[in-house]
């Protein structure tokens, strides 16, 4: 009886062990499954810079929540698996975008087995897609006709008249402004023996309700009424005028070279005031030319210091690319790691992207470039500057990234409807047109 005892005891123990494992397995599984649901936050993609590229581009995925070990964020595009090169769980991660055919495809993230589906990236053959041509001009002179005939003297600034149709292009040579139509036609705007621009030395320009303004470097600021046909001189602020634009209220900004930027309000441009100037708040000797951004900042660019500066409403002026001058490109993600040359003329699309002329009229046998400088996350502070066309510059070529020459680009007008850039190539008395 004493042995059925003890057996009876020994089997009450062995299931009472038998539970407290079973148990104990229970609550480690929901400990853990609870641990994993909690502290795996859930991922939320924002966007990814660049958002156009070929294999092998290094694409940053902007967001939070990401796994901070790098192996444990599985990214796919188009079903293929990318290399994660970096990561940072509430900022970002790097990837190299995998072998694809050409196409925008989303960029999907699985984290723990949770799938997230971001922004599309588009496959392009950038360099075949890049063509530069001649579109009007090429030769020393003075003359109107087809884009053949047609002859510049010292070609500088263009605007639109009306965009993707007629572009105001500025002969300093001449001190002229022709009318070239997207044919690459050209007539006389301003010019001839009775030119009032004569010896005023035009620069850039811009067209504000129905009116041309001219920056004239040695006369400050001119007018011509493109209905009317009437030339008028509006004002001076300081010498060395050199550029003009409006802020989308109206207001007129005026750019002096070393006296700074100049400001009127709507309806009142006869005497601009002085907005900020560059020598006192920032050293800058020497400032070129201004285009506003899509949130109404005025990015301005000096030669002087091979740098792009940003100037906010409240007049805040930040450096926002190049760091002296040169010729490099910097590191992605740091366009102040950049150099420039020589900064002139530039354009800036609805997303922000400046592109920018980057030549040497000291040496037109170095560097003559178009350069572009693209947005990051934290906007113009961590974004990337890359050279698109051009290398050693010279004689006319026209052709592919590859083949493409320039000489001294000054200035460039954006039609980014049709993907096409227009450039004034000083060296070769041409207009230059870039497809990409």
């Known amino acids: 009886m004493d042995y059925k005892k003890e057996q009876m005891f020994k089997i009450r123990i062995m299931k009472k062990n038998i539970f407290y494992n079973i148990l104990c397995c229970l609550l480690t599984l929901c400990i853990t499954g609870c641990t994993d649901n909690e502290g795996q936050q859930k991922a939320t993609l924002v966007a990814i810079r660049p958002a156009i590229g070929t294999t092998g581009t290094e694409v940053t995925l902007y967001g939070e929540g990401f796994h901070p070990v790098a192996s444990e964020n599985i990214i796919q595009v188009y079903g293929e698996t990318a290399e994660v090169t970096e990561v940072n769980p509430n900022e970002y991660i790097k990837f190299i975008a995998p072998e694809n055919p050409l196409g925008s495809f989303p960029v999907m993230l699985t984290i723990n087995g949770k799938t997230y589906t971001g922004s599309k990236f588009t496959y392009r053959d950038l360099n075949?897609?890049?063509?530069?041509?001649?579109?009007?001009?090429?030769?020393?002179?003075?003359?109107?006709?087809?884009?053949?005939?047609?002859?510049?003297?010292?070609?500088?600034?263009?605007?639109?008249?009306?965009?993707?149709?007629?572009?105001?292009?500025?002969?300093?040579?001449?001190?002229?402004?022709?009318?070239?139509?997207?044919?690459?036609?050209?007539?006389?705007?301003i010019g001839g023996e009775?030119?009032?621009?004569?010896?005023?030395?035009?620069?850039?320009?811009?067209?504000?309700?129905?009116?041309?303004?001219?920056?004239?470097?040695?006369?400050?600021?001119?007018?011509?009424?493109?209905?009317?046909?009437?030339?008028?001189?509006?004002?001076?602020?300081?010498?060395?005028?050199?550029?003009?634009?409006?802020?989308?209220?109206?207001?007129?900004?005026?750019?002096?070279?070393?006296?700074?930027?100049?400001?009127?309000?709507?309806?009142?441009?006869?005497?601009?005031?002085l907005w900020v100037n560059f020598q006192e708040e920032e050293g800058v000797a020497q400032i070129h030319a201004m285009e506003f951004d899509p949130e109404g900042n005025l990015i301005v660019s000096s030669n002087d210091r091979g740098q792009f500066f940003m100037v906010t409403p409240e007049k805040e002026i930040i450096c926002i690319a190049g760091s002296e001058k040169g010729d490099s490109d910097g590191t992605s993600g740091n366009p102040r790691s950049a150099k420039f040359y020589q900064l002139y003329g530039f354009a800036i699309d609805s997303e922000g992207t400046i592109y920018t002329v980057d030549g040497n009229d000291g040496n037109v046998g170095s560097g003559q470039k178009i350069k572009r400088i693209t947005r990051g996350k934290k906007g113009y502070e961590d974004g990337t500057v890359v050279t698109l066309v051009g290398s050693a510059g010279g004689a006319i070529v026209d052709g592919s990234v590859d083949e493409a020459v320039f000489g001294n680009p000054y200035d460039i007008i954006l039609n980014e409807a049709n993907r096409a850039l227009y450039v004034s190539d000083r060296s070769n008395n041409a207009i230059r047109k870039i497809e990409y």
């Open 194 to 273: 009775n030119n009032p621009l004569k010896d005023k030395h035009p620069w850039r320009m811009t067209v504000h309700n129905g009116i041309l303004y001219i920056a004239c470097k040695a006369g400050g600021l001119y007018t011509y009424d493109l209905v009317t046909k009437n030339v008028e001189k509006l004002c001076e602020p300081g010498s060395n005028t050199q550029d003009v634009k409006f802020d989308k209220t109206g207001n007129m900004f005026v750019l002096c070279r070393e006296a700074g930027i100049f400001r009127a309000e709507a309806g009142k441009f006869n005497s601009p005031k």
């Open 128 to 189: 075949s897609k890049i063509k530069v041509s001649t579109f009007c001009g090429g030769s020393y002179g003075s003359a109107t006709g087809d884009k053949f005939s047609t002859k510049f003297a010292n070609v500088h600034g263009l605007a639109w008249i009306e965009k993707g149709k007629t572009i105001a292009v500025a002969d300093r040579g001449v001190h002229s402004v022709l009318s070239i139509d997207s044919k690459g036609n050209s007539s006389f705007l």
